[in-house]
Each structure stands twice: as C-alpha cells, then as structure tokens.
C-alpha cells in the first residue's frame, strides 16, 4: 500500500540554488523491513518556516533525526549552504548550525535556566563558567526574539511553553540557523501556541529557517510558507502554502489509494447495539478530545470512523471501551447504560476492541500466542477449571484458532512478540472475534499491515458483520473506510462533522469534512 | 527453544559462574591458593551436618523474602522493603509468642505465622497504597520503610518488650509451643526452611497455574494491556505486594521462632537486602529463588569455615555476590537492547499502572 504519486523529483541541481539553508536528497532509511524513508527530497529556502505534514509513523521524526545526526540514512545526501555534508551526530549537526527541538524536553528541572542553556558546552573563560556572561548573551536573545525567557529560574518551575522557550533558547545559543520543531504544539495550550507562532515569525523575520513538523492541518497553514506532506515514508507533494486547501492537505494526508478489491453485500442493519450521546472526554494531557460525540451503531451495520489522526479518535475508542473517564455523556451497549462500567463489564456484556497500539494495550508481548488468546477469558470455564488454569484447553484454543484464522505462528507457546505485525494483529482479531461480540471496536486494525494481512483483516469484520455484529471502524485510511463502512462519521477536533452513507458525498467534500470546513446533519440510520 | 534463548533463561547461572572466576582473583590477593579456598568453601557448607544445618539457617529467611520479592517483581513491582517486613513478620510473631499462652504448638506456630504474614503484609500495603493513589515510586517508599521497621523493633525491645534485667535489647523466651521444630538434631536447622520450600512450591503453582497469577503475570508484564483486558490492575498490584511483604514477613517469624526464640535488636543482618540479589538472580521464579537462596546460604555457611581454615574474610563472599548481581545487570541491559535493536516496538511498554488506566501514545 503506496501512495501513487511517486517521490518529487529532485529540482534543479543544488549549484546555483543559494536561496536553500538545507538540500536533502533521495534519502533513504530503513529500520529491519520497515521503510522508514523512501527516497526523501527536501528543500528548505533560508527564512521561511517549512511544515513537514503527515500522519503519525510518517516518516517526519526519522528524517529530522537524520538531519540532526541521531541515524545514519541508508543512502541520500544532505546539503547545507550547498556544502555536501555528513552529519554523523548532532555534535556534526550543531556545528552546521542545526537545532532540534524534540517533542521530549531534555532539561534538567533543577537548574536554572542559564545553566540549562551552558551545559555540556566548553566555558568560554575555562576554568570559570562565567554564568553572568551567558546570562546577559540569554537576555539578549530572549529579548531578539520575544522569547521573554528570565535566565535565573528555575526550570522546574516553569510553563510547559515556557520550557519550550528554554529549548529554543538552547539552540540558538548555540548559533543555530536551522531550527527544526518537533510537533511543537503537542503539548501546548492554545495560547501558549499563539505566542510560539509569535516567535517563530520573529525568527523567520530575523532570516532564521525553521522546519516545523506537525499533522495539524490549521497550524501548519498558519506558520508555514511551503509544506511537504509525507505519507508512509514517502514524499506526497511539497506544495507553497498559498497554493493549498485543509481538504486538498487532509487528502494527501490520508492517502488515496485504491487497493482492497473487499466482497461486500448490503447491510442487513438491525436494532441500536451501541448508543453514544453527548460523550466528552478528556486527552492525557487533559485537554477536551471528545467534545461531545452522539452516534448510533446499529447490529449487521459497520460504521467507519474516519478523520486525520488526533483528533480525538482514539480518545473516543477509549472511552467507549471503559479506559478512559467520560467527563460527560452517555453509552449504551445494547440498551444498557454502561458510561460507568469497568472494562471487564463492558467486555462481558459484548464489546470487543481491537486497540491501535498492538504493542501497548492489545498484547502482552511477553507472553505465549496461546496467553495472549485467553487474556480477557483465562478465569472462567474452561480455561480455568476448579481453580487452576486448563493449560492443555488453553493451548487447544489456540491452535483451532491459529487454523482458522490462519496466524504464522512455530507453535503457540511462541512469544508474541516473535510474530509479524500482520499475525500479531491476527492474533488480537481472532481473540475479540471468538468472544463473538455484539459491538466491535476496531481501530486502525491495519496499521502498518502489508495488502493481504490487511484485506484479510477487513474482511473477517465483514464477516463479523454479516454474522449480525455491530462494527465501529476507526481509521485514518480513508479509502479502507469507505471502502468498507456502511456509514462514515468524520472525526474533527473531537467533535463530528457528519454521519454519511458513503455514496452520498464525494471525496472533495469529505477532505472538506475532515479539514472541519464542512460539518453536515447525521444520516439517522443505516441503508 | 532456541539455543540463544537456552543460554539468555541461564544467564543468571553464567552471571554466579563468572563471579565466582572472578572471585578467586580476590583470594589469591589475600595470599591464598583459590583452589583450596574454595573447595573449603563448599567442604564448610555441605560436607558436614553442622555446615549443611549453618547452610539450612542461612537459606530460610533468603528463601521467605527472596519469594516475596519475586512476586512482586512478577507484578512489576520493585520491593526493596523485604528487611522492613522481615522485621515487622518477626516483630508479630513474637507478640503472639510471647502474650498468646496455653495453645498447643499445632495452633500456635501457625497463628504467629499467621500474624507474622499479616505483620510484613501491612508493612508492604502502605507503599502499594502511595503508589496507586499519590503515584509514590514503591522502590524509595519501602527502601525507606525498612529503617522504620528496623528502628521501631528496636524501640520495642529496648522499652516495653525487653527482658526485664537483659544486658542487650532483646525480649523474653517466647513460649515454647511457639517454637519451630528443630529437624536435624543437635544443630539449629529448623522446620522454617521446611515451610520455605512448601511455599516457594506453593507460590510457583499459583503463578503458573492459576488465573490470580496469570493476572499478577499479566499486570507484570503489560499493564496497559492488562489493563484492556479487564484486569483490575490497582486491586491486583495492592495484593501481590501484600502477599511479597507476608512472605518476607515470614521470613522474620521463621528467624524468631526458629532461631533465636526471642525477638533481638537489629535481629536480620540484612536478609531483607539479600533477598533482592537472590530474586533478580532467580529471575523471580520461584523454583529459581530456591536455588538462589540456598547458593547464597551455603556460601554464607561456607565463608566462615574458609575463613577459618584459609584466612580468606568473608568479605569475599560480598564481592562474589555484588559481582553476580553487576553481570546479570550488566547482561540484562545487553538482551534488552537486542530486543531494541531486533524488535518492532520502538517504545518501552509502560511499567506503571498509574498510566496504565487507557492512555493513548502520542506519536
């Protein structure tokens, strides 16, 4: 599954193109069988922010920490000032007059802001670390660039934004021109957004360059001057920013490929199995991400979610599935009010969940394929018999379901984590579906699946609908949902911006949609 | 099994191997010939019945603790605090032993084990209660819990426990109903190291073979996912650390009621520590902690006849102990970034279960 448009061929020779701060060619980066950078080519024009668009596991992180000396690309060059370089490390990068702001700070909370900024570079007056020195040289930047930084305090006790600021601080301290941005917004307020939006175009007005890394649509129409949107390692397009719309960015975003050819008859919808209203919830950060959501999932019916990532999907998931706390609203799993049932309940009472993070909530990755097939059943009969655990059923469970569903495995006393990611999602599908459950959250199921895994998967939750179940598919992939939902709910800023047969409406105003440009009254039910 | 995963299970057998190599660069700079040293090492802890009793006495209060440890390590959980709970276990046993009068031993070494279980429990419930609801790291709460534990049973045998006319702190004969029974006569191994095994085998089974273990397993390994799974994960982290503190608790009841038949000052010279190095060495198996805990016994049992007989100090044995645990740490670190490296998950899994109530990853 590649996007069709190929990578963006190389412009005209770097020679002559005295406008670029960074040239990075055909850089290509692979992690085992992952193909984390497909030929990238990017260039940075010096004084203007460039946005690196794209969903998470894009690319953007890896090929920034190419540029900063964190890996070795497989094959590609990187020019700075249209001189050949080799960035072996940030040492090298630092040097070129590269700074990255990661998502993590790396601050020590209990020193000051001054020595924050100092530390692990050479005194200028060795042996002295002369802190007055770097304190005024601080003021004096913060004062440039509006950072409004006060070099004595404490680091511990300051804003998230304000220790943004303090990161900032760090790079150009070190004579930094080339400023990359980690999704700087991700952990910040909406003020605290505003004001960095202040810096940067101080920076820029200042002939600085920044690359501003995001997969917010808004921020990166706002601050940017040209924009390189990545998908699945791969360059989509690079585009001035003038020349774009949120829904042209959200469709190269999401992709557009056409390659499930997925059997599909009408749905035969029955009654409500699931009944959202008004849900909020709140993100980890503690932050709305569910502002009030109502849907209705009806049984024999697949209801895709769809939406660029981070905009409270997986925050809905949760809060269905009883794993995160509902601040407000209500959930109705085949007409019980469940809203402040625990997860075992809910899972009792019929709902299945296939999470996004396979690694995080969906598997133990220590344990055997066969524990990992009883992880929500090994109390109760037959796997737990007078007290103790039944390991011959246990394992006779898994080898019937390691044949039905087809999962590679040696044998089912293997760890988990030895499998591919395609049978390690098999594993999971084949866990929620033998519950036979009458809702099915399944979300991002074929994230990072190769065609067949992922056809395979999309039609077993056919199957399951066929079967009489009630499936909500969540996904950023557009094409999968709409290739396999009955109806489409498009998820913005936590919010939905319509329920939609997907016949109905065409693919510029689902762009539209998924941008929060164009918000439509729900279609009621099913077909 | 493959070989390589063959030779990670026993790491913790090349880690004590090594040490032990090593450890004879530490003899010959005491001026003695390794060979013999250790050879009277092992002759000191095994080849007579007074060395193998030492080696007995030894292993059983490494063995209690070295058990709860590891169960609480099974659950993810660091508990440091097993010298702390060993002292409240003996400290609870010794009450029932002392002001509990006219029982027969049937029901009295049981209620004082009993209390000695509940004693070390409580003294663990506190950090598993800080960490769940104040997010408290469980690795400094018990650390510092110990000091509580050792310091108020001193107080106690210092003031309202102590034997009336006593030249040290310690507390009166406890009844002898409430005496363990010696097993092999005329040395001081006692039916603890007896109980040890019944629950070191007790212990693997409910791990092994039973939902509550695979549920202690499961929160160990992948809170989150256990998590998702409809594990109550707070209830299930409060339990195993309760039932890693009895264990130790015990450990403390088996030194007074077997060993010293009252309650000393300062009566555990660092089971509780020990009994760290011996889970992590035992990979927190319990069947593997057997083997720790005897090691470590009959090397204890043994240092004194070397010392003795070659004039190599016992301190050695410490090196050796510190070298085993610093070259399975260091061999831990080198497996997990194979796994980093080979892997596809690029992210630690999350160890807390205060994180573990459904959180998404951001990026």
């Given at each position: 599954m590649i996007g069709r448009e190929g990578p963006v061929r190389p412009g005209p020779s770097p020679i002559g193109q005295a406008m670029d701060v960074l040239r990075m060619e055909e850089i290509t980066k692979r992690f085992g069988p992952v193909?984390?950078?497909?030929r990238i080519t990017l260039a940075v024009r010096a004084g203007t922010v460039h946005a690196l668009l794209g969903?998470?596991?894009?690319?953007k992180t890896s090929l920034m920490n190419i540029l900063y000396g964190l890996y070795q690309p497989d094959d590609g060059r990187i020019w700075v000032r249209d001189q050949p370089v080799r960035i072996r490390s940030p040492r090298d990068a630092i040097r070129l007059g590269i700074g990255m702001i990661h998502q993590q700070f790396t601050l020590?909370?209990?020193?000051t802001v001054v020595e924050n900024v100092v530390l692990g570079l050479r005194p200028r007056r060795p042996p002295f670390l002369d802190l007055a020195a770097a304190e005024d040289e601080i003021t004096g930047i913060s004062k440039t660039y509006g950072l409004d930084v006060n070099p004595r305090f404490r680091v511990m006790g300051l804003s998230v934004g304000m220790q943004q600021r303090v990161e900032i601080l760090k790079a150009l301290y070190r004579g930094a021109d080339l400023l990359i941005l980690d999704e700087p917004t991700s952990v910040l307020t909406p003020a605290e957004t505003e004001a960095l939006f202040e810096v940067i175009n101080s920076l820029v007005a200042d002939g600085k360059s920044v690359i501003f890394i995001s997969h917010k649509l808004e921020e990166v129409l706002r601050i940017s001057q040209a924009i390189t949107v990545l998908r699945r390692g791969r360059i989509v397009a690079t585009v001035p920013t003038t020349d774009t719309t949120p829904s042209d960015l959200a469709r190269m975003m999401v992709g557009r490929d056409v390659v499930f050819r997925v059997l599909k008859t009408p749905a035969h919808a029955a009654g409500p199995a699931l009944e959202v209203t008004d849900l909020r919830a709140a993100s980890d950060q503690s932050y709305p991400a569910v502002k009030g959501v109502t849907f209705r999932l009806f049984r024999g019916e697949i209801l895709g979610i769809a939406g660029v990532d981070g905009n409270g999907q997986a925050e809905l998931a949760e809060a269905i599935a009883g794993l995160r706390p509902v601040s407000a609203g209500q959930v109705r799993l085949n007409g019980l009010e469940v809203t402040s049932w625990p997860p075992k309940a809910r899972i009792t009472a019929g709902l299945g969940f296939i999470p996004a993070d396979r690694y995080r909530f969906g598997l133990v990755p220590d344990f055997t394929v066969a524990e990992n097939l009883v992880m929500k059943t090994f109390a109760a009969p037959p796997y737990t018999r007078r007290g103790f655990l039944d390991r011959r059923t246990i394992a006779e469970h898994a080898e019937s379901l390691v044949d039905q569903f087809d999962i590679r495995v040696h044998s089912v006393q293997q760890q988990a984590r030895e499998l591919s990611g395609g049978n390690q999602q098999k594993v999971i599908l084949a866990r929620e579906v033998s519950l036979t459950p009458t809702v099915i959250i399944a979300m991002q199921p074929t994230r990072g699946l190769d065609v067949g895994a992922s056809e395979y998967i999309l039609r077993e939750l056919i199957a399951q609908r066929d079967r009489g179940a009630a499936v909500l598919y969540i996904s950023t992939e557009l094409e999968e949902v709409i290739t396999i939902s009955d109806r489409v709910a498009v998820m913005f800023a936590g919010e939905l911006m319509g329920i939609i047969r997907p016949g109905d409406i065409s693919h510029a105003e689902l762009g539209l949609m998924m941008a929060g440009a164009l918000r439509l009254k729900p279609a009621a039910g099913p077909a | 099994m493959t070989i390589r995963t063959a030779a990670l299970r026993l790491l913790p057998v090349w880690a004590v191997l090594f040490a032990l190599l090593l450890g004879m660069f530490f003899v010959l700079l005491a001026g003695v010939n390794p060979i013999e040293a250790y050879r009277d090492l092992l002759r000191g802890a095994l080849a007579d019945v007074f060395g193998f009793a030492t080696t007995l006495v030894k292993t059983t209060p490494l063995l209690f603790a070295g058990l709860g440890v590891a169960v609480a390590l099974r659950a993810g959980l660091i508990n440091i605090g097993a010298e702390g709970q060993i002292y409240l276990g003996g400290l609870a046993a010794a009450l029932v032993g002392l002001y509990v009068r006219g029982l027969p031993p049937l029901l009295h070494v049981p209620l004082a084990m009993l209390a000695a279980f509940v004693g070390g429990g409580a003294w663990a419930l506190l950090p598993a209660l800080l960490r769940l609801r104040r997010g408290v790291s469980e690795i400094i709460t018990t650390l510092l819990m110990n000091y509580i534990g050792l310091y108020f049973v001193g107080a106690l045998v210092s003031g309202p426990l102590k034997e009336p006319g006593a030249p040290y702190p310690f507390s009166p004969p406890l009844a002898p109903s409430a005496y363990l029974p010696t097993i092999i006569a005329t040395t001081d191994a006692h039916a603890g190291i007896l109980i040890a095994l019944v629950l070191a085998v007790v212990t693997y089974i409910v791990l092994e073979h039973t939902p509550a273990g695979f549920q202690v397993r499961m929160v160990g390994a992948n809170p989150s996912a256990a998590a998702y799974a409809g594990v109550n994960v707070g209830q299930t982290v409060i339990i195993a650390m309760v039932v890693s503190g009895g264990l130790a608790g015990l450990g403390g009841a088996s030194e007074v009621m077997?060993?010293?038949h009252r309650l000393f000052d300062a009566f555990s010279p660092g089971y509780g520590y020990d009994a760290i190095v011996v889970a992590f060495l035992g990979a927190g198996q319990p069947l593997g902690v057997v083997a720790t805990a005897f090691f470590f016994g009959a090397l204890r049992s043994g240092a004194n006849i070397m010392q003795r007989s070659q004039g190599v100090p016992v301190a050695v044995i410490f090196a050796i102990q510190g070298l085993a645990v610093l070259f399975l740490a260091a061999s831990l670190a080198v497996r997990h970034r194979i796994f980093r490296w080979g892997g596809r998950s690029r992210q630690p899994v999350a160890a807390s279960p205060a994180q573990a109530a459904g959180v998404s990853d951001p990026e």
């Open positions: 193909v984390a950078n497909d969903e998470n596991g894009a690319g020590v909370p209990q020193l | 077997g060993l010293k």
